[in-house]
């Protein structure tokens, strides 16, 4: 048996040496256009390409889906956060009021799963509400512009992220980690006291 699986991911931030032969600018430090998250549940006051938003994926053909933006990212529960758009220095605040979710309810088809997300219809400018999540931990942010006009709505969508494993201890389904310690520097999962038969075969 295994007495213990661990899971550990560190991230550390540093000051770049100053680049060579372009005058030392710092590019990380510059702001270009584009979605950006951004609040106090950040953890900064500053909108540079470490809260920048990338292009959505359609998760089963892997293709980019155009109007859709997503971000992982830590925010701290009880704080405020919006998503903003940068145009040449110019911001605008995208939110949303977010209601909790039960994604079997959400799918087109019946899945086979508890997960809950919180989900609000988009809502531009100046009267975007500020959006929360209840606990701190890692989340998944989707902003969908509705674009090809097939969702009900525009939306903002915050999934909480459940690191697990799944294998030949629990008949390859789902068992979460425990979250030892989840902040924007160092996120940590555990499980301990898991029983494995021989040469069995496990994910995370």
């Known amino acids: 048996s295994i007495s ?14 100053e680049n060579q032969g372009n005058g030392g600018v710092n590019f990380d430090e510059i702001t270009l256009d584009g979605f950006y998250v951004y609040g106090e549940a950040t953890g900064s006051e500053d909108i540079t390409a470490d809260y920048a938003m990338a292009a959505g994926l359609n998760e089963v053909s892997q293709s980019k889906r155009g109007g859709m933006y997503e971000k992982y990212i830590v925010l701290e529960g009880g ?5 903003v758009l940068n145009e040449a220095g110019n911001y605008t605040n995208y939110g949303a009021e977010l209601k909790d979710y039960d994604v079997k309810e959400l799918a087109d088809n019946p899945v086979d799963t508890n997960t809950v997300v919180k989900r609000g219809e988009l809502i531009v400018g100046n009267d975007a509400p500020a959006m929360k999540v209840d606990k701190t931990g890692l989340y998944h942010i989707v902003l969908d512009l509705n674009l090809e006009g097939d969702l009900l709505y525009p939306q903002i969508v915050v999934a909480d992220v459940q ?5 030949a201890m629990n008949g390859w389904g789902f ?8 902040n924007a520097e160092t996120m940590t ?3 301990e006291n898991v029983d494995m038969p021989a040469n069995g075969e496990f994910k995370f």
């Open 175 to 182: 068992t979460a980690f425990d979250a030892v310690e989840v």
């Open 163 to 167: 690191w697990g494993v799944r294998g």
């Open 189 to 191: 999962w555990k499980m």
């Open 4 to 17: 213990a699986l661990a899971l550990m991911f560190v991230a550390t931030s540093c000051e770049p040496e």
């Open 79 to 83: 704080k405020e956060f919006y998503l």
